[in-house]
């Protein structure tokens, strides 16, 4: 069972990842406001008042953790978990393109994957992402996840001007724990 969303707080040399408070709406509208950072996201980038409610929801939710960035005193992304069965879940994140290429990605993810198998109980991790999004995939690879399979055509987040659906492809990552447990 996953412990209350208050009992996650992960820190780092540089990062604290914890729930959302309605306080980080400015942070959180700051990255999904930007068409850069929703490219391979299934919404559009985030309007001001789509924000003010995703804020409200994600304060609530136990599945996302803020990435609180400690120099800058600031939200620079999020982390998603979400519980689907037999002891899997889900990995998922996002950050301002702002902090990109910094490690960011990695020394948040990293910190969580570790929380995660160590303190709840999981068998195994899986993450999805566009195959366009490189820096996703390889984000995966370098934290130890296996491809697992490549879908093709399986998901239509957008239309085109005539209303036909924009499928695209994506891989499937996977992690074990006992994988896990054999690099540490």
């Known amino acids: 069972m996953k412990p209350e969303k208050d009992a996650i707080t992960i820190e780092t040399q540089r990062l604290i990842l914890r729930p959302f408070h309605i306080l980080d ?3 959180l509208y700051d990255y999904l406001s930007k068409p850069e950072v929703t490219r391979y996201e299934p919404y559009e980038p985030f309007t001001w008042e789509t924000c003010k409610k995703e804020i409200k929801a994600r304060s609530k939710s136990a ?3 803020a990435v609180y960035e400690k120099q800058f005193k600031k939200v620079i992304g999020n982390v998603y978990f979400h ?3 037999n002891l899997t879940w889900e990995l998922g994140y996002i950050f301002n393109s702002d902090f990109w290429r910094k490690g ?3 020394e948040a993810v990293s910190a969580f994957i570790e929380f995660a198998f160590y303190n709840l109980r999981i068998h195994r991790i ?3 992402c566009d195959t366009r999004n490189d820096a996703s ?3 995966l690879e370098k934290l130890g996840f296996r491809r697992e399979g490549h879908e093709e055509k399986n998901i239509a987040f957008r239309k085109d001007s005539e209303g036909k659906a924009l499928w695209q492809d994506t891989y499937q990552y996977a992690r074990l724990l006992e994988e896990h ?4």
Do not use: G, M, P, Q
């Open 181 to 184: 447990l054999a690099k540490s």
């Open 126 to 128: 899986i993450a999805r």
């Open 63 to 65: 599945d996302y953790l």
């Open 83 to 85: 519980n689907r069965d």
């Open 25 to 27: 709406l400015n942070d």
């Open 137 to 139: 995939w390889r984000l």
């Open 104 to 106: 960011y990605a990695f």
